[in-house]
């Protein structure tokens, strides 16, 4: 998707499936540019695969101002209530939903960062098996890019059945360039 997707509303959901490449989310797999907005998603995301959110599985445009609070289960790497994989930007979105997984890279919001998250709020219970996060699962390697976690917060607990958890961010990897949580 390339463009705008506004105001939409998807209640019980049912997605399930092996998905090995692409993204999957609740309104568009990949946001290639482009806005989400205003968007709501509710029921079941349970498949096995890479990349997978509430909202967006990968987003290299805008998220902004979306809920989710459908549940996400199953062998996920890369999973987040909000976006799986974020290049750009996810803003003012809430995350209402349960996570379980039994995959790494794992967020309340995102499951990896390489860019900005602001006013971002996770109320659901996050599980994963490493690199795992009340906001995000993994802050990513990159040189071109400062990644920030902005005004955002976790309500609920975090759980890595193996390895790295944290109630904001489960893991910061070795990055050049700037880190910013505040």
Not at 35 to 61: A, Q, W
Not at 101 to 130: F, K, M, P, R
Request: with cysteine.
């Amino acid at each position: 998707v390339n463009g705008t997707i506004k105001n939409v509303k998807l209640t019980n959901v049912n997605y399930t499936g092996n998905y090995t490449t692409g993204g999957v989310g609740g309104i568009a797999g990949e946001l290639a540019g482009g806005l989400v907005y205003e968007c709501y998603v509710s029921g079941n995301i349970n498949v096995t695969g890479l990349s997978v959110g509430g909202i967006v599985g990968i987003n290299r445009g805008n998220v902004h101002s979306n809920d989710n609070i459908s549940t996400i289960t199953n062998t996920v790497t890369y999973v987040g209530g909000i976006v799986g994989v974020n290049y750009q930007n996810v803003r003012y979105s809430k995350n209402l939903g349960n996570i379980d997984v039994t995959g790494e890279n794992v967020g309340g919001i995102v499951g990896i960062n390489y860019n900005l998250i602001e006013q971002c709020v996770n109320e659901g219970l996050v599980t994963g098996s490493n690199y795992v996060g009340g906001i995000v699962g993994t802050m990513g390697r990159s040189t071109t890019t400062s990644k920030a976690i902005k005004d955002c917060y976790n309500t609920n607990s975090v759980v890595a059945s193996n390895g790295n958890a944290g109630g904001i961010v489960g893991y910061i990897a070795f990055v050049e360039g700037d880190v910013a949580v505040y």
